[in-house]
């Protein structure tokens, strides 16, 4: 949705909030070059959430990384890190 779709109300206030003068952008990225700007003001909040939307922090490269080794694991038939189990059929005393 562009920002010139929006009520001029909220359309005016964004716009200024954001320091934007063009009404054709999208909403999405009035957000994102708000984002950006603090974060690449010194903004740590917003570099945080910069990394972590972009998919670029720490913690979720690990996990990425993570889960591609358990997957390259199981396609090698290793396992990875999954247990073994053994079932252990007992009949009782009735049966």
């Known amino acids: 949705m562009q920002l010139k779709e929006l009520h001029p109300d909220m359309q005016t206030a964004i716009m200024k909030a954001a320091k934007l003068g063009d009404a054709e952008i999208t909403v999405g990225d009035a957000v994102w070059g708000s984002l950006i700007r603090s974060a690449c003001g010194g903004n740590s909040q917003m570099m945080k959430i910069l990394l972590d939307v972009s998919n670029e922090s720490p913690d979720v490269r690990l996990k990425e990384r993570e889960l591609k080794l ?25 049966d």
């Open 70 to 94: 358990k997957e390259r694991a199981l396609k090698e038939d290793k396992g990875g890190d999954a247990a073994l189990m053994r079932f252990v059929f007992e009949r009782g005393e009735g």
